[in-house]
């Protein structure tokens, strides 16, 4: 069964940090880029980062570049979204996506499996 279970999310400060974990399941996490996308309440669900199958590519949204790291251990078929200096403009269900491709291409229509989701919450 194909599978993709985010964990990591919960409530921080702001200019607090988070690490995100995807871990996959049932097919080979070589084969996929990943994407880490986020939805805001009331908002749709935008791209936050996304890296190739071999971990040599990555690309961010505008809005978390030099406070966000994406990265991948495919040898234990895990993402992580490393997450610092957090803003509350943050706030958001993450979800991270597969989709069969080696290259850093994680476009939100094109993407094959999904995750359920982790809450981020960043408030004081």
């Known amino acids: 069964q194909l599978q993709l279970v985010e964990s990591g999310g919960g409530l921080v400060h702001p200019g607090g940090s988070l690490r995100l974990s995807c871990v996959v399941s049932g097919f080979t996490l070589d084969d996929y880029a990943i994407g880490w996308f986020r939805q805001a309440p009331g908002k749709e669900r935008e791209g936050v980062s996304c890296?190739?199958?071999?971990?040599?590519?990555?690309n961010y949204a505008d809005s978390v570049k030099g406070r966000f790291t994406i990265s991948r251990d495919n040898a234990k078929n895990t993402v992580y979204l490393q997450m610092n200096s957090l803003e509350p403009e943050d706030t958001a269900v993450y979800y991270c996506?597969?989709?069969?491709?080696?290259?850093?291409?994680?476009?939100?229509?094109?993407?094959?499996?999904w995750g359920q989701g982790t809450q981020v919450t960043v408030s004081s």
């Open positions: 996506a597969a989709l069969h491709t080696s290259q850093a291409m994680c476009v939100i229509s094109l993407m094959d499996y």
């Open positions: 890296i190739s199958s071999s971990g040599g590519s990555t």
